[in-house]
Protein backbone atom coordinates (compact mmCIF):
# COMPACT_ATOMS: atom_id res chain seq x y z
CA UNK A 1 0.00 0.00 0.00
CA UNK A 2 1.48 3.57 -0.94
CA UNK A 3 2.18 5.87 2.27
CA UNK A 4 0.28 8.91 2.07
CA UNK A 5 2.76 10.99 4.33
CA UNK A 6 4.05 13.30 3.29
CA UNK A 7 7.19 13.42 0.83
CA UNK A 8 9.29 15.31 3.20
CA UNK A 9 8.29 13.25 6.10
CA UNK A 10 9.26 9.87 4.38
CA UNK A 11 12.64 10.94 4.15
CA UNK A 12 12.92 12.38 7.88
CA UNK A 13 11.29 9.14 9.15
CA UNK A 14 13.76 6.84 7.01
CA UNK A 15 16.55 8.74 7.80
CA UNK A 16 16.00 9.12 11.43
CA UNK A 17 15.46 5.25 11.05
CA UNK A 18 18.32 4.32 9.52
CA UNK A 19 20.79 6.64 12.16
CA UNK A 20 18.67 5.28 15.20
CA UNK A 21 19.29 0.96 13.64
CA UNK A 22 23.24 1.81 12.96
CA UNK A 23 23.89 3.91 16.48
CA UNK A 24 21.67 1.32 18.60
CA UNK A 25 23.57 -1.67 16.49
CA UNK A 26 26.62 0.45 18.01
CA UNK A 27 25.80 1.09 21.30
CA UNK A 28 24.64 -2.65 21.84
CA UNK A 29 28.44 -3.77 20.28
CA UNK A 30 29.83 -1.20 23.08
CA UNK A 31 27.84 -3.01 25.68
CA UNK A 32 28.78 -6.57 24.72
CA UNK A 33 32.64 -5.55 23.79
CA UNK A 34 32.48 -4.35 27.71
CA UNK A 35 30.96 -7.93 28.95
CA UNK A 36 33.13 -9.68 26.50
CA UNK A 37 36.71 -8.17 27.92
CA UNK A 38 35.25 -8.04 31.33
CA UNK A 39 34.59 -11.93 31.88
CA UNK A 40 38.09 -12.47 29.91
CA UNK A 41 40.21 -10.32 30.97
CA UNK A 42 39.15 -9.92 34.75
CA UNK A 43 38.83 -14.00 34.48
CA UNK A 44 42.76 -14.63 33.02
CA UNK A 45 43.47 -12.18 35.97
CA UNK A 46 41.92 -14.16 39.04
CA UNK A 47 43.53 -16.71 37.34
CA UNK A 48 46.90 -16.04 37.42
CA UNK A 49 46.37 -14.24 41.16
CA UNK A 50 45.30 -17.57 42.51
CA UNK A 51 47.67 -20.17 40.84
CA UNK A 52 50.12 -17.01 42.46
CA UNK A 53 48.59 -17.34 46.21
CA UNK A 54 48.44 -21.43 46.08
CA UNK A 55 52.30 -21.99 44.50
CA UNK A 56 53.81 -19.25 46.69
CA UNK A 57 52.12 -18.25 49.69
CA UNK A 58 49.89 -21.59 50.83
CA UNK A 59 52.99 -24.20 49.87
CA UNK A 60 55.48 -21.95 51.96
CA UNK A 61 52.72 -21.68 55.02
CA UNK A 62 52.42 -17.65 54.39
CA UNK A 63 49.04 -15.91 54.17
CA UNK A 64 47.83 -14.60 50.45
CA UNK A 65 49.85 -11.67 49.46
CA UNK A 66 46.11 -10.05 48.31
CA UNK A 67 45.14 -6.33 47.94
CA UNK A 68 42.07 -5.15 50.42
CA UNK A 69 39.21 -5.86 47.66
CA UNK A 70 40.41 -9.31 46.85
CA UNK A 71 40.22 -12.32 49.26
CA UNK A 72 40.80 -15.94 49.15
CA UNK A 73 38.86 -18.91 50.39
CA UNK A 74 39.76 -22.98 50.47
CA UNK A 75 37.99 -25.61 51.35
CA UNK A 76 40.83 -27.09 53.55
CA UNK A 77 41.63 -24.77 55.77
CA UNK A 78 39.18 -23.48 58.55
CA UNK A 79 40.63 -20.13 58.33
CA UNK A 80 39.59 -19.37 54.79
CA UNK A 81 35.94 -21.37 54.88
CA UNK A 82 34.46 -20.44 51.79
CA UNK A 83 31.21 -18.81 53.05
CA UNK A 84 27.46 -19.71 51.79
CA UNK A 85 26.93 -17.21 48.97
CA UNK A 86 30.32 -18.57 47.31
CA UNK A 87 29.48 -22.30 47.68
CA UNK A 88 28.81 -24.87 45.15
CA UNK A 89 30.36 -22.28 42.32
CA UNK A 90 31.38 -23.63 38.72
CA UNK A 91 34.72 -23.96 38.60
CA UNK A 92 35.65 -20.94 36.38
CA UNK A 93 35.02 -17.49 36.62
CA UNK A 94 31.51 -16.28 38.46
CA UNK A 95 29.78 -13.24 38.93
CA UNK A 96 27.93 -13.13 41.80
CA UNK A 97 25.45 -10.49 42.82
CA UNK A 98 24.22 -10.34 46.62
CA UNK A 99 22.15 -7.12 47.13
CA UNK A 100 23.98 -3.76 46.61
CA UNK A 101 27.25 -6.20 46.77
CA UNK A 102 28.70 -7.38 44.08
CA UNK A 103 31.87 -10.11 43.42
CA UNK A 104 34.22 -11.75 40.85
CA UNK A 105 34.51 -15.23 41.99
CA UNK A 106 37.36 -17.76 40.14
CA UNK A 107 36.87 -21.26 41.44
CA UNK A 108 39.66 -23.83 40.92
CA UNK A 109 39.09 -27.55 42.05
CA UNK A 110 42.44 -29.18 42.65
CA UNK A 111 42.54 -32.92 44.47
CA UNK A 112 38.60 -32.47 45.06
CA UNK A 113 39.71 -29.15 46.90
CA UNK A 114 38.38 -26.19 46.04
CA UNK A 115 40.00 -22.49 46.22
CA UNK A 116 38.72 -18.93 45.13
CA UNK A 117 39.33 -15.70 44.83
CA UNK A 118 36.69 -13.14 45.50
CA UNK A 119 37.25 -9.68 44.29
CA UNK A 120 34.86 -6.97 44.99
CA UNK A 121 33.80 -4.90 41.85
CA UNK A 122 32.10 -2.00 43.29
CA UNK A 123 34.59 0.27 41.44
CA UNK A 124 34.25 -1.25 38.40
CA UNK A 125 30.72 -1.23 38.19
CA UNK A 126 30.08 2.14 38.72
CA UNK A 127 32.91 2.90 35.76
CA UNK A 128 30.65 -0.09 34.05
CA UNK A 129 27.68 2.16 34.62
CA UNK A 130 29.04 5.62 33.94
CA UNK A 131 30.31 3.87 30.34
CA UNK A 132 26.84 2.25 29.78
CA UNK A 133 24.80 5.46 30.76
CA UNK A 134 27.72 7.80 28.28
CA UNK A 135 26.80 4.85 25.39
CA UNK A 136 22.60 6.00 26.36
CA UNK A 137 22.88 9.51 26.21
CA UNK A 138 25.22 9.43 23.11
CA UNK A 139 22.64 6.94 21.21
CA UNK A 140 19.60 9.17 22.23
CA UNK A 141 21.67 12.36 20.93
CA UNK A 142 21.97 10.69 17.73
CA UNK A 143 18.66 9.99 17.48
CA UNK A 144 17.67 13.39 17.66
CA UNK A 145 20.63 15.27 16.17
CA UNK A 146 19.16 12.83 13.34
CA UNK A 147 15.95 14.31 13.59
CA UNK A 148 17.36 17.76 13.22
CA UNK A 149 19.92 17.24 10.71
CA UNK A 150 16.74 14.83 9.03
CA UNK A 151 14.62 17.86 9.06
CA UNK A 152 17.44 19.96 7.33
CA UNK A 153 18.49 17.22 4.59
CA UNK A 154 14.62 16.77 3.64
CA UNK A 155 13.84 20.45 3.56
CA UNK A 156 16.89 20.47 1.08
CA UNK A 157 16.31 17.20 -1.02
CA UNK A 158 12.21 18.47 -1.21
CA UNK A 159 13.35 22.67 -1.96
CA UNK A 160 13.70 22.62 -5.75
CA UNK A 161 10.40 20.15 -5.51
CA UNK A 162 8.60 22.27 -3.62
CA UNK A 163 9.47 25.30 -5.72
CA UNK A 164 8.81 23.33 -9.05
CA UNK A 165 5.80 22.58 -7.77
CA UNK A 166 4.86 26.35 -6.35
CA UNK A 167 5.68 27.82 -10.28
CA UNK A 168 3.00 24.87 -11.61
CA UNK A 169 0.37 26.43 -9.15
CA UNK A 170 0.89 30.02 -9.59
CA UNK A 171 1.97 30.55 -12.97
CA UNK A 172 -0.60 30.67 -15.87
CA UNK A 173 1.00 27.62 -17.25
CA UNK A 174 -1.89 27.18 -20.32
CA UNK A 175 -0.82 31.07 -21.44
CA UNK A 176 1.45 29.88 -24.78
CA UNK A 177 3.66 32.43 -24.11
CA UNK A 178 4.37 30.68 -20.06
CA UNK A 179 8.21 29.82 -19.95
CA UNK A 180 9.12 26.35 -19.90
CA UNK A 181 9.86 24.96 -16.66
CA UNK A 182 13.06 23.02 -17.11
CA UNK A 183 16.19 25.20 -17.98
CA UNK A 184 15.41 26.92 -14.21
CA UNK A 185 16.60 23.29 -12.93
CA UNK A 186 19.92 21.44 -13.19
CA UNK A 187 20.01 17.90 -15.12
CA UNK A 188 18.58 15.69 -12.64
CA UNK A 189 15.25 13.88 -10.91
CA UNK A 190 13.61 17.20 -10.81
CA UNK A 191 15.49 18.95 -14.11
CA UNK A 192 13.56 15.47 -15.98
CA UNK A 193 10.38 15.76 -14.13
CA UNK A 194 10.34 19.56 -15.23
CA UNK A 195 10.81 18.64 -18.57
CA UNK A 196 8.08 15.98 -18.40
CA UNK A 197 6.10 18.51 -17.41
CA UNK A 198 6.99 20.61 -20.17
CA UNK A 199 6.32 18.09 -22.59
CA UNK A 200 2.74 17.11 -21.15
CA UNK A 201 1.84 20.75 -20.84
CA UNK A 202 2.56 21.38 -24.53
CA UNK A 203 0.20 18.23 -25.74
CA UNK A 204 -2.35 20.16 -23.20
CA UNK A 205 -1.78 23.68 -24.79
CA UNK A 206 -2.43 22.18 -28.35
CA UNK A 207 -5.41 20.44 -27.21
CA UNK A 208 -6.39 23.43 -25.85
CA UNK A 209 -5.84 25.40 -28.87
CA UNK A 210 -7.55 22.89 -31.30
CA UNK A 211 -10.64 22.92 -29.19
CA UNK A 212 -10.69 27.12 -28.82
CA UNK A 213 -10.23 26.97 -32.81
CA UNK A 214 -13.40 24.79 -33.01
CA UNK A 215 -15.34 26.62 -30.64
CA UNK A 216 -14.66 30.42 -32.32
CA UNK A 217 -14.26 29.41 -35.99
CA UNK A 218 -16.46 26.38 -36.47
CA UNK A 219 -18.61 26.81 -34.28
CA UNK A 220 -19.34 30.32 -35.29
CA UNK A 221 -19.75 29.19 -39.05
CA UNK A 222 -22.28 26.90 -38.13
CA UNK A 223 -24.85 29.36 -37.36
CA UNK A 224 -24.95 30.32 -41.32
CA UNK A 225 -26.62 27.20 -42.42
CA UNK A 226 -28.41 26.88 -39.49
CA UNK A 227 -30.07 30.15 -40.49
CA UNK A 228 -30.71 29.45 -43.79
CA UNK A 229 -32.12 25.95 -42.27
CA UNK A 230 -34.27 28.37 -40.46
CA UNK A 231 -34.83 30.32 -43.00
CA UNK A 232 -36.11 27.98 -45.51
CA UNK A 233 -38.15 26.41 -42.83
CA UNK A 234 -39.94 29.74 -42.17
CA UNK A 235 -40.75 30.03 -45.80
CA UNK A 236 -41.97 26.72 -46.79
CA UNK A 237 -44.29 27.01 -43.72
CA UNK A 238 -46.19 30.13 -45.71
CA UNK A 239 -47.36 27.97 -48.43
CA UNK A 240 -50.26 25.77 -48.64
CA UNK A 241 -48.64 22.61 -47.20
CA UNK A 242 -50.82 19.52 -46.24
CA UNK A 243 -50.99 18.37 -42.64
CA UNK A 244 -47.96 16.49 -43.15
CA UNK A 245 -45.60 18.13 -44.78
CA UNK A 246 -46.30 21.06 -42.82
CA UNK A 247 -45.76 18.50 -39.54
CA UNK A 248 -42.42 17.82 -41.58
CA UNK A 249 -41.64 21.44 -41.75
CA UNK A 250 -42.34 22.41 -38.29
CA UNK A 251 -39.92 19.00 -36.89
CA UNK A 252 -37.61 20.47 -39.23
CA UNK A 253 -37.52 24.15 -37.55
CA UNK A 254 -37.42 22.47 -33.66
CA UNK A 255 -34.43 20.38 -35.08
CA UNK A 256 -33.23 23.70 -36.26
CA UNK A 257 -34.02 25.37 -33.34
CA UNK A 258 -32.53 22.99 -30.74
CA UNK A 259 -29.19 22.96 -32.89
CA UNK A 260 -28.65 26.43 -32.42
CA UNK A 261 -29.51 26.62 -28.69
CA UNK A 262 -26.68 23.60 -28.94
CA UNK A 263 -24.33 25.27 -30.61
CA UNK A 264 -24.57 28.58 -28.21
CA UNK A 265 -24.83 26.21 -25.09
CA UNK A 266 -21.11 24.70 -26.27
CA UNK A 267 -19.76 28.37 -27.09
CA UNK A 268 -20.62 29.32 -23.66
CA UNK A 269 -19.15 26.50 -21.86
CA UNK A 270 -15.87 27.04 -23.74
CA UNK A 271 -15.35 30.17 -22.78
CA UNK A 272 -12.09 31.17 -20.05
CA UNK A 273 -12.12 32.79 -17.48
CA UNK A 274 -10.88 35.71 -19.75
CA UNK A 275 -14.12 35.87 -21.07
CA UNK A 276 -16.20 35.28 -18.44
CA UNK A 277 -18.52 38.28 -18.57
CA UNK A 278 -20.37 36.80 -21.01
CA UNK A 279 -21.88 34.07 -18.63
CA UNK A 280 -23.40 36.96 -16.32
CA UNK A 281 -27.08 36.62 -15.36
CA UNK A 282 -29.83 38.37 -18.04
CA UNK A 283 -32.66 36.26 -17.37
CA UNK A 284 -35.02 35.05 -14.45
CA UNK A 285 -36.30 31.57 -14.08
CA UNK A 286 -39.61 32.78 -14.47
CA UNK A 287 -38.66 33.95 -18.11
CA UNK A 288 -36.62 30.94 -18.84
CA UNK A 289 -39.79 28.79 -17.55
CA UNK A 290 -42.29 30.79 -19.66
CA UNK A 291 -40.13 30.17 -22.87
CA UNK A 292 -39.70 26.51 -22.41
CA UNK A 293 -43.43 26.57 -21.57
CA UNK A 294 -43.97 28.06 -24.90
CA UNK A 295 -41.97 25.74 -27.00
CA UNK A 296 -42.80 22.15 -24.81
CA UNK A 297 -46.31 22.76 -23.75
CA UNK A 298 -47.68 21.88 -27.32
CA UNK A 299 -45.38 19.03 -27.74
CA UNK A 300 -46.40 16.95 -24.79
CA UNK A 301 -50.35 17.88 -24.92
CA UNK A 302 -49.72 16.58 -29.12
CA UNK A 303 -48.29 13.18 -26.91
CA UNK A 304 -52.02 13.56 -24.62
CA UNK A 305 -49.66 14.38 -21.42
CA UNK A 306 -50.59 17.15 -19.02
CA UNK A 307 -48.28 19.62 -18.38
CA UNK A 308 -48.52 21.61 -15.07
CA UNK A 309 -46.78 24.39 -14.10
CA UNK A 310 -45.96 26.35 -10.73
CA UNK A 311 -44.41 28.12 -8.82
CA UNK A 312 -43.78 27.35 -5.09
CA UNK A 313 -41.57 29.98 -3.58
CA UNK A 314 -40.21 33.33 -5.29
CA UNK A 315 -36.89 33.11 -7.24
CA UNK A 316 -34.95 36.99 -7.71
CA UNK A 317 -32.13 35.58 -8.97
CA UNK A 318 -30.69 36.21 -12.53
CA UNK A 319 -28.98 33.25 -14.78
CA UNK A 320 -27.48 33.05 -17.93
CA UNK A 321 -30.40 32.24 -20.08
CA UNK A 322 -28.40 30.24 -22.59
CA UNK A 323 -27.17 27.48 -19.74
CA UNK A 324 -30.29 27.95 -18.11
CA UNK A 325 -32.39 27.38 -21.10
CA UNK A 326 -30.59 23.99 -22.33
CA UNK A 327 -31.01 22.80 -18.70
CA UNK A 328 -34.14 23.06 -18.62
CA UNK A 329 -35.28 22.11 -22.52
CA UNK A 330 -33.11 18.87 -21.98
CA UNK A 331 -35.03 17.70 -18.88
CA UNK A 332 -38.52 18.83 -20.65
CA UNK A 333 -37.05 16.55 -23.62
CA UNK A 334 -36.51 13.55 -21.26
CA UNK A 335 -39.37 13.76 -19.75
CA UNK A 336 -41.10 13.81 -22.64
CA UNK A 337 -39.93 10.54 -24.06
CA UNK A 338 -39.80 8.62 -21.59
CA UNK A 339 -43.55 9.31 -20.60
CA UNK A 340 -46.12 7.40 -21.95
CA UNK A 341 -49.31 8.87 -20.12
CA UNK A 342 -50.03 11.05 -17.07
CA UNK A 343 -48.20 14.47 -16.59
CA UNK A 344 -44.97 16.14 -16.54
CA UNK A 345 -44.64 19.18 -14.32
CA UNK A 346 -42.22 21.79 -14.18
CA UNK A 347 -42.50 23.34 -10.54
CA UNK A 348 -40.18 26.54 -9.74
CA UNK A 349 -39.02 26.77 -6.50
CA UNK A 350 -36.91 29.26 -4.27
CA UNK A 351 -33.22 28.60 -6.17
CA UNK A 352 -34.26 26.48 -8.22
CA UNK A 353 -36.60 23.92 -9.82
CA UNK A 354 -38.26 20.53 -10.85
CA UNK A 355 -39.32 18.43 -13.53
CA UNK A 356 -41.57 15.48 -12.40
CA UNK A 357 -43.24 13.50 -14.38
CA UNK A 358 -45.24 9.89 -14.26
CA UNK A 359 -43.17 8.36 -16.56
CA UNK A 360 -41.07 4.52 -15.71
CA UNK A 361 -38.71 6.15 -13.53
CA UNK A 362 -35.01 5.15 -13.14
CA UNK A 363 -33.37 2.56 -10.99
CA UNK A 364 -31.78 3.67 -8.13
CA UNK A 365 -28.23 1.92 -9.26
CA UNK A 366 -28.87 4.35 -12.07
CA UNK A 367 -29.04 7.37 -10.64
CA UNK A 368 -25.54 8.49 -10.49
CA UNK A 369 -24.57 6.60 -13.97
CA UNK A 370 -27.38 8.34 -16.37
CA UNK A 371 -25.22 11.61 -15.84
CA UNK A 372 -22.27 10.45 -17.43
CA UNK A 373 -21.23 10.45 -21.16
CA UNK A 374 -23.37 7.97 -23.89
CA UNK A 375 -24.88 6.24 -20.71
CA UNK A 376 -28.90 5.76 -21.72
CA UNK A 377 -31.87 4.58 -18.99
CA UNK A 378 -32.55 0.69 -19.43
CA UNK A 379 -35.80 2.10 -21.53
CA UNK A 380 -34.14 4.23 -23.70
CA UNK A 381 -35.97 6.67 -26.23
CA UNK A 382 -35.87 8.13 -29.32
CA UNK A 383 -32.41 8.54 -31.46
CA UNK A 384 -30.31 10.43 -28.75
CA UNK A 385 -26.36 9.27 -27.63
CA UNK A 386 -26.85 9.73 -24.04
CA UNK A 387 -25.32 13.06 -24.53
CA UNK A 388 -28.05 15.51 -22.77
CA UNK A 389 -27.69 14.56 -18.94
CA UNK A 390 -23.97 14.42 -19.04
CA UNK A 391 -24.06 18.21 -21.08
CA UNK A 392 -26.87 19.01 -18.18
CA UNK A 393 -24.14 18.34 -15.79
CA UNK A 394 -21.49 19.34 -17.42
CA UNK A 395 -23.61 23.00 -17.48
CA UNK A 396 -24.43 22.22 -13.71
CA UNK A 397 -20.83 21.77 -12.95
CA UNK A 398 -19.70 25.65 -14.36
CA UNK A 399 -22.67 26.97 -12.60
CA UNK A 400 -21.85 25.60 -9.69
CA UNK A 401 -25.37 24.20 -9.39
CA UNK A 402 -26.33 21.35 -8.37
CA UNK A 403 -28.47 18.48 -10.03
CA UNK A 404 -30.36 14.96 -8.64
CA UNK A 405 -32.55 12.64 -9.36
CA UNK A 406 -35.02 10.65 -7.01
CA UNK A 407 -38.28 8.66 -7.94
CA UNK A 408 -41.52 9.41 -7.12
CA UNK A 409 -43.91 7.82 -4.53
CA UNK A 410 -46.07 7.20 -7.57
CA UNK A 411 -43.76 6.14 -10.06
CA UNK A 412 -42.28 8.34 -12.27
CA UNK A 413 -38.94 10.39 -11.42
CA UNK A 414 -38.22 14.21 -10.51
CA UNK A 415 -34.73 16.28 -11.50
CA UNK A 416 -34.02 18.79 -9.11
CA UNK A 417 -31.93 21.44 -9.84
CA UNK A 418 -30.79 23.60 -7.44
CA UNK A 419 -28.70 27.46 -7.86
CA UNK A 420 -28.09 27.99 -4.00
CA UNK A 421 -24.37 27.06 -4.59
CA UNK A 422 -23.90 29.21 -7.39
CA UNK A 423 -25.13 32.65 -6.01
Same mark, same amino acid.
Given at each position: ???K?????R??????????????????????V????????????????????L???????R????????? +????????????????????? +????????????????????Q??????????????????????????????????G?????????????????Q??????????L???Q???????E??????? +???????????????????????????????????????????????????????I?????????????????????????????????A??????????????????????????????G????????????????????????????????????????????I?????????????????????????????????????????????????G?????? +?????
Amino acid at each position: MVSKQPFARRILIAFVLMTTLVSGLFSLSIVAVVHFIEENLVSEELGRELSKVLEEDIQQGRPPRLDSMTR +FFSSEQPQYAIPKLFSGLPEG +FTEVVDGKNAFYVYSRKNNDQTYLLAQEQHEFEAHEQALFDVVLAGFLLTVVGAWGLGLIMARKVMAPVSRLAQQVRHRDQLHPLAPPQAPEYPDDEVGQLAAA +FDSTLGQVRQSLERERLFTSDVSHELRTPLMVIATSCELLAEGNLQPREREQIERIGRASEEMRDLVQTFLQLARDKANESALVGSSSLAQVAAEQTSRWEPLLHEKGLDFQRSQEGPDHGLYNPVLLNTVMANLLRNALHYTERGFVRLVLVTDGFRVEDSGMGIAPEQHEQIFQPFVRGSEARGEGLGLGLSLVKRICSKQGWTISVHNLADGGSCFTVA +FNSGK
